[in-house]
Nanobody
Framework: QVQLVESGGGLVQPGGSLRLSCAASRSISTFNAMGWYRQAPGKERELVARITSGGSTDYADSVKGRFTISRDNAKNTVSLQMNSLKSEDTAVYYC?????????????WGQGTQVTVSS
């Protein structure tokens, strides 16, 4: 088990920046991947960015070039730097941790943090 706590959400104008952080209650180096997902009203939850234990990253096409995911194993945190924000980035953002054990995948989620992009 692990507890994931997100922070850094808020209201920002279009073109602005926010940095989200996810603090884990135990070592994140034990997880196969850490990521950020988001869910806008009336839409399904979608992957925003993911980083593996080896440091490989993956981004949704809609955020490539604008968002950057990073991890700090020493601090057990994962961050999402979001630049050039657009109104369509408005959503609840969730931190995710994935652990694969014997062909089974276990997903852990934070409570989410609201990001609103509006003038």
């Amino acid at each position: 088990q692990v507890q994931l706590v997100e922070s850094g959400g808020g209201l920002v104008q279009p073109g602005g920046s926010l940095r989200l952080s996810c603090a884990a209650s135990r070592s994140i180096s034990t997880f196969n991947a850490m990521g950020w997902y988001r869910q806008a009203p009336g839409k399904e939850r979608e992957l925003v960015a993911r980083i593996t234990s080896g440091g490989s990253t993956d981004y949704a096409d809609s955020v490539k070039g604008r968002f950057t995911i990073s991890r700090d194993n020493a601090k057990n945190t994962v961050s999402l730097q979001m630049n050039s924000l657009k109104s369509e980035d408005t959503a609840v953002y969730y931190c995710n941790a994935v652990k694969v054990v014997a062909w089974s995948e276990f997903d852990y989620w934070g409570q989410g943090t609201q990001v609103t992009v509006s003038s």
